[in-house]
Nanobody
Framework: QVQLVESGGGLVQAGGSLRLSCAAS????????MGWFRQAPGKEREFVAA????????YYLDSVKGRFTISRDNAKNTVYLQMTSLRPEDTAVYYC?????????????????????WGQGTQVTVSS
């Protein structure tokens, strides 16, 4: 079992920045592929970003490329999502997720069903 706890959400004006953190516990963090998803009211859960177990490969939703950066610190069992140039359409609950996949093929990493473990989520609200 892996427990995931997100933090860092909040209310920010358009153009502002936030950094989300996800602290993991329970198993060897470096064994896990980590991701961030988001869900806005009335919409399906959406892939945002993911990072391989050693931080060597990152994946992003097209609309956040150049604005969001995913990173991880395996010594601290933590994954981060640095969000800049935030837009009102980024408003959502952001979820941290983990799975033991090593080298996902195609866009498998972008599927919510690919991940075994989920945090409770943290709200991000961007005002216009």
């Amino acid at each position: 079992q892996v427990q995931l706890v997100e933090s860092g959400g909040g209310l920010v004006q358009a153009g502002g920045s936030l950094r989300l953190s996800c602290a993991a516990s329970g198993r060897t963090f470096s064994n896990y592929f980590m991701g961030w998803f988001r869900q806005a009211p009335g919409k399906e859960r959406e892939f945002v970003a993911a990072i391989s177990w050693n931080g060597g490969t990152m994946y992003y939703l097209d609309s956040v490329k150049g604005r969001f950066t995913i990173s991880r610190d395996n010594a601290k069992n933590t994954v981060y999502l640095q969000m800049t140039s935030l837009r009102p359409e980024d408003t959502a609950v952001y979820y941290c997720t983990a799975d033991r996949m090593r080298s996902p093929s195609g866009t498998y990493y972008s599927r919510a069903s690919a991940y075994d473990y989920w945090g409770q989520g943290t709200q991000v609200t961007v005002s216009s």
